[in-house]
């Protein structure tokens, strides 16, 4: 069932833990939203090439790139792209000084579905 005033968006979710990516697919399918997953950047930028997504949220610690490294890449492509990053290291990150390029906002793990949402209603009005 939908959260109230939630309009149903097309988010993309990119982790390199399957369960995860699991985990933050089915909060947001809770809220009414169509949910795709990747497992790394390359997958991530694949499913971007065959479509549009209101909303990604990418993990921090991701094989190969990091998930500032993508975020960077797909805002080169697509500057006003959405972007969350999720991660377990989120106060070291917000902390350091040095802004994540390419990301609109950063949640920590864990997080409750509240904490999700409110990120998503914060970078995409409306929702």
């Known amino acids: 069932m939908p959260a109230p ?17 699991d985990a933050i ?8 939203h169509k949910v795709q997953t990747a497992n790394g950047s390359k997958e991530a930028l694949s499913l971007l090439e065959q479509g549009k997504f209101d909303l990604i949220t990418v993990d921090y610690a991701l094989q190969g790139m990091q998930g500032d490294e993508l975020a960077a890449v797909i805002k080169q492509r697509l500057p006003h792209q959405p972007i969350i990053m999720i991660s ?15 990301v ?4 920590s ?11 998503v209603a914060r970078v995409l009005p409306g929702s």
Request: hydrophobic share 45%.
């Open 88 to 102: 377990a290291h989120a106060e070291m990150l917000k902390s350091s000084g040095n802004p994540l390029r390419g």
């Open 104 to 107: 609109d906002f950063i949640i």
């Open 25 to 32: 697919k089915m909060m947001l399918k809770f809220d009414g």
């Open 5 to 21: 005033g939630n309009q149903a968006r097309q988010i993309l979710v990119v982790d390199d833990e399957p369960a995860v990516c």
């Open 109 to 119: 793990k864990p997080f409750l579905l509240a904490d999700l949402r409110a990120a």
